[in-house]
């Protein structure tokens, strides 16, 4: 049956740097059906294997700073020195078609998301331990020892705003991660006020 008729859910994922969220993020939308990534804008340089539009739209601080201010982003903030935000129109687009929506943005965003929009779902990775972060951070090969040790300030500060979300889930396995995150946009799916739209022609069929 079309799913048109349902408004999706917004679902909230952050992390430390490290942590591993975005291989997670990427696996649950790739095996969740209905379930959408939104891409958010940022001023950073693209990593390698990094696609504009696909993993970020890159653009200019000049061009950042132009649609913050015309109110172009429901959530924005600085993290190491660049800027990040999501689109309104996109994510509300999303939602209006039925689709779910996860977006992977750090806690600051959370919050501005959460304030605006109680009904979103948040999500906050935890790793297994503070050595397991940083051996994270290390071996991505990407980072200076300085910028490392700055990361792990940083994911340090950020943990201690875990209690702010709905769901916690620890990344020490990554399938059991993965089935843990499946469970909470499934269990979400399966509630009766959104079922009984999904399923609305087999209820009536049914009562009949």
Do not use: C
């Amino acid at each position: 049956m079309s799913n048109n008729n349902i408004t999706g859910t917004l679902f909230i994922v952050s992390a430390p740097s490290g942590t591993g969220k975005t291989s997670l993020v990427n696996a649950l939308v790739r095996d969740t059906n209905h379930l959408k990534l939104s891409i958010s804008h940022t001023t950073r340089a693209a990593r390698p294997k990094e696609i504009d539009g696909y993993n970020y739209h890159f653009i200019s601080e000049d061009k950042f700073k132009q649609m913050d201010m015309a109110g172009v982003f429901m959530e924005s903030a600085e993290v190491f020195g660049n800027l990040y935000g999501t689109s309104q129109d996109a994510v509300q687009k999303m939602l209006d078609e039925g689709h779910d929506v996860v977006l992977e943005i750090d806690w600051q965003g959370a919050e501005q998301i959460k304030e605006r929009f109680h009904q979103a779902i948040s999500i906050f990775i935890l790793p297994p331990s503070i050595d397991a972060l940083r051996n994270r951070l290390e071996n991505r090969g990407q980072d200076s020892k300085q910028v490392i040790d700055t990361r792990m300030e940083k994911a340090i500060a950020e943990l201690k705003h875990y209690h702010k979300a709905d769901f916690l889930v620890v990344n020490d396995d990554f399938e059991e991660a993965l089935k843990s995150l499946k469970a909470i946009v499934k269990s979400n799916r399966m509630t009766t006020a959104k079922q009984q739209v999904i399923n609305a022609r087999l209820i009536a069929n049914l009562l009949a």
